[in-house]
């Protein structure tokens, strides 16, 4: 997916369905949008805020973030997790509710 179309679904996404649900919010549905393609603008922004620092404040930036590494995430053990710790609330209060 090219970069413009990738922006301009995100932008329509978010307008359209995140921000507020629109009444025709399923004429947007079949947008797509890849984390392959959201890495790659982070990528490019990230570059910008970077030129942007270096050229008006002659300094660089650090734009690592202490809560949360793109690089070192893993959804899918998250949300195994998240479903484990969720069963076993559940079978806590079963057992000590009972």
């Avoid at 090219?2 to 995100?10: D, M, S």
């Avoid at 890849?34 to 922004?45: G, K, R």
């Amino acid at each position: 997916m090219g970069k413009e179309i990738a922006i301009y679904n995100i932008v329509t996404l978010r307008d359209k369905i995140y921000a507020h649900t629109d009444p025709n919010k399923n004429d947007y549905k079949q947008l797509e949008v890849y984390f392959y393609d959201i890495e790659e603008l982070l990528e490019i922004a990230a570059t910008i805020i970077r030129d942007i620092y270096l050229k008006v404040f002659q300094t660089t930036i650090d734009l690592k973030t202490p809560t949360f590494d793109r690089t070192d995430f893993d959804l899918v053990k998250v949300l195994a997790k998240a479903h484990r710790d969720s069963v076993q609330a559940i079978l806590d209060l079963k057992k000590h509710g009972s």
